[in-house]
């Protein structure tokens, strides 16, 4: 079992910068992929960005290229979301997921853990 903790969300004007954390523990984080999903108001969830197990391999959503940056630091257990150009769009819950592969995915049924989410709310 994984236990996946999200931080970092908030309220920011647009053009702003914050930086989302994924904080894993339980089994050993080692070998899994990591994930970023969102779910605006009223929409359904969507892809964001994802990483391999290395850290060698990043998927990122069109919506977000250019703004967004995905990375990770094996030795601390924890995903981290860059996010850049915030836009008004940008705004919904964050949910940071797990994958028992070495490879990414950009589907969300291909995650095996989940967190609880964090609310980003970019003000226009």
């Known amino acids: 079992q994984v236990q996946l903790v999200e931080s970092g969300g908030g309220l920011v004007q647009a053009g702003g910068s914050l930086r989302l954390s994924c904080a894993a523990s339980?089994?050993?984080?080692?070998?899994?992929?990591m994930g970023w999903f969102r779910q605006p108001p009223g929409k359904e969830r969507e892809f964001v960005a994802a990483i391999s197990w290395s850290g060698g391999i990043t998927y990122l959503a069109d919506s977000v290229k250019g703004r967004f940056m995905i990375s990770r630091d094996n030795a601390k257990n924890t995903v981290y979301l860059q996010m850049n150009s915030l836009k008004p769009e940008d705004t919904a819950v964050y949910y940071c997921?797990?994958?028992?592969?070495?490879?990414?995915?950009?589907?969300?049924?291909?995650?095996?853990?989940w967190g609880q989410g964090t609310q980003v709310t970019v003000s226009s």
């Open positions: 339980g089994r050993t984080f080692s070998g899994y992929a």
């Open positions: 997921a797990a994958r028992r592969d070495n490879y990414p995915s950009k589907l969300g049924d291909q995650y095996d853990y």
